[in-house]
């Protein structure tokens, strides 16, 4: 059981009702389109893509979470297959058979995909998993407006992953 500092349990009851209201919010704050010749007049800065046709919940997740970071905050999401569109996003996740977090490309599809979250879990990531692996302290900090290197912030990535994150990546 991980203990949390005073004042923390606040802010995690927070985190975590805004975290169960994620579709919603997804819904009700994303720009979502699908990829069109048309130029947008008010483009995003950035533009994250997913694939097209049914959603699930990692791709879902995943790009709600990665619109909570500094680097994507507020970014499109572009929802589509084509090569050519995913090339020039600046970053996609659950399509393009790609791992490489340097180039922000994270699915989990491709054959040999052996990603797991580390600190003790085997269960191989979800495209959720890796955007959490990799940007989910700075969204935990963010959020409970702490240091990511904190101790309540380290706690709450590893119980969040536990109890959470890792069953959306089973």
Not at 13 to 40: E, Q
Not at 85 to 109: I, N, Q
Not at 124 to 129: D, E, F
């Amino acid at each position: 059981m991980f203990r949390v500092a005073s004042g923390v349990n606040q802010r995690l009851s927070t985190f975590l009702f805004h975290r169960r209201h994620l579709t919603f919010s997804l819904m009700a704050n994303s720009r979502v389109s699908a990829f069109s010749t048309g130029s947008p007049t008010n483009a995003p800065f950035k533009r994250v893509g997913t694939h097209n046709g049914s959603f699930h919940c990692d791709e879902a997740l995943g790009c709600f979470m990665i619109r909570l970071t500094n680097k994507f905050s507020g970014a499109e999401i572009v929802r589509t297959r084509d090569p050519q569109v995913l090339e020039t996003l600046d970053a996609v996740l659950d399509v393009g058979g790609v791992y490489d977090p340097s180039r922000d490309l994270y699915d989990h599809h491709q054959k040999g995909f052996d990603e797991v979250f580390g600190h003790g879990f085997t269960t191989k990531l979800s495209s959720a998993g890796l955007i959490y692996k990799h940007y989910g302290m700075e969204i935990i900090a963010k959020e409970l407006q702490l240091d990511e290197g904190h101790t309540d912030v380290h706690r709450l990535f590893l119980a969040t992953y536990k109890s959470f994150m890792e069953a959306i990546d089973a």
